[in-house]
Each structure stands twice: as structure tokens, then as C-alpha cells.
């Protein structure tokens, strides 16, 4: 490097106004990006549950009348009540997920015999908001009024 660069790099300041320009572009993108994914969410409490095994709709749950359906035989169902918890045991085959219904508003997965247990490590469903899902079973669990943002859920 010749001299005459390296005393002109030395001249120069820290940061130029363009540097300075899309700094603040990123900052304001972040915030934006924040504020709109932590205050979009839908809060509102549950109606009811519907849960889907390889795609087809095999039991749902109304909060609103606590009453249940079985919707398909596609999977075999056990349902145990219990007064403030129902059990519901869904059995494909030999893969079977043990789902807790809280009648007081909230789902989640306790049991389940695959390999990876991510369904029994995701958060409970208290609103509107969220779902569970066992990719190796092809469990989902959604609120009678989930919305994704793309209109999908990969089965």
C-alpha cells in the first residue's frame, strides 16, 4: 500500500452519511418487523380444537359447550374424563399421541411414541394464536380459528 493511500484512509471519517443512511434503514426494519409480529397475534381465547391425523380431521372439542366429536374412524380414539382434563388417546397403527384437554381453555400433547417428542415439548395452545404438530405422526393440532399468514400447514 502506498503512502499516499494510507494517509488518505487516515483522513477519512469513521462513517460516511450513506453508512449512517442504512444503518437506520435496518434499525427501523427491525422495529417495524418486530412490532408487527408480537402485536398481530391473535389473543382471543379458545372456541374449540380440531385435531387432524395424516390430514384428516379426527376429533374436535368445543370449549364453548365442552362437548366433543369423534369426525373419522381413520384413527382409533380413547376418551377419558377426568372432571377438569379430558384425555384423548389417538392410535394410528402403532403410533399413538395422548392429548390433554384442559376444559378451562388450553391443549397439549403429554405422550407420544416417536422419536423426536416435539409435540410434547411445544407450548400449550391457550388462544388463538398457535398449533402443535408431530411431524412423524402427521398430528396437528389447530384452534377452530387459526389463521396462518400463507393459508398453509405442510402435512
Same mark, same amino acid.
Not at 373419522?72 to 372432571?83: N, P, Q, R
Not at 411445544?122 to 394464536?129: C, G, H, R, V
Given at each position: 500500500? +502506498?503512502?499516499?493511500?494510507?494517509? +488518505?484512509?487516515?483522513?477519512?471519517?469513521?462513517?460516511?452519511?450513506?453508512?449512517?443512511?442504512?444503518?437506520?434503514?435496518?434499525?427501523?426494519?427491525?422495529?417495524?418487523?418486530?412490532?408487527?409480529?408480537?402485536?398481530?397475534? *391473535?389473543?382471543?381465547?379458545?372456541?374449540?380444537?380440531?385435531?387432524?391425523?395424516?390430514?384428516?380431521?379426527?376429533?374436535?372439542?368445543?370449549?364453548? !359447550?365442552?362437548?366433543? !366429536?369423534?369426525?373419522? *374412524?381413520?384413527?382409533?380414539?380413547?376418551?377419558?374424563?377426568?372432571?377438569?382434563?379430558?384425555?384423548?388417546? @389417538?392410535?394410528?397403527?402403532?403410533?399413538?399421541?395422548?392429548?390433554?384437554?384442559?376444559?378451562?381453555?388450553?391443549?397439549?400433547?403429554?405422550?407420544? !411414541?416417536?422419536?423426536?417428542?416435539?409435540?410434547?415439548?411445544?407450548?400449550? @395452545?391457550?388462544? !388463538?394464536?398457535?398449533?402443535?404438530?408431530?411431524?412423524?405422526?402427521?398430528?396437528?393440532?389447530?384452534?377452530?380459528?387459526? *389463521?396462518?399468514?400463507?393459508?398453509?400447514?405442510?402435512?
Amino acid at each position: 500500500m +502506498s503512502l499516499k493511500k494510507i494517509e +488518505s484512509v487516515k483522513k477519512d471519517k469513521g462513517f460516511k452519511i450513506w453508512d449512517l443512511i442504512i444503518y437506520g434503514v435496518i434499525i427501523a426494519l427491525v422495529i417495524v418487523t418486530f412490532t408487527v409480529v408480537f402485536t398481530t397475534r *391473535d389473543t382471543t381465547p379458545l372456541r374449540g380444537v380440531r385435531v387432524y391425523s395424516k390430514g384428516v380431521a379426527v376429533f374436535e372439542y368445543s370449549f364453548e !359447550n365442552g362437548k366433543y !366429536n369423534v369426525l373419522s *374412524d381413520s384413527a382409533e380414539i380413547e376418551v377419558s374424563d377426568s372432571g377438569e382434563t379430558l384425555t384423548v388417546k @389417538i392410535t394410528d397403527g402403532s403410533e399413538y399421541n395422548l392429548v390433554e384437554i384442559v376444559k378451562s381453555g388450553s391443549v397439549s400433547v403429554k405422550e407420544a !411414541n416417536c422419536h423426536s417428542l416435539d409435540c410434547v415439548y411445544m407450548a400449550p @395452545i391457550k388462544d !388463538n394464536s398457535g398449533f402443535i404438530f408431530c411431524s412423524p405422526h402427521a398430528l396437528r393440532i389447530v384452534p377452530y380459528d387459526f *389463521d396462518p399468514d400463507d393459508g398453509t400447514i405442510i402435512v
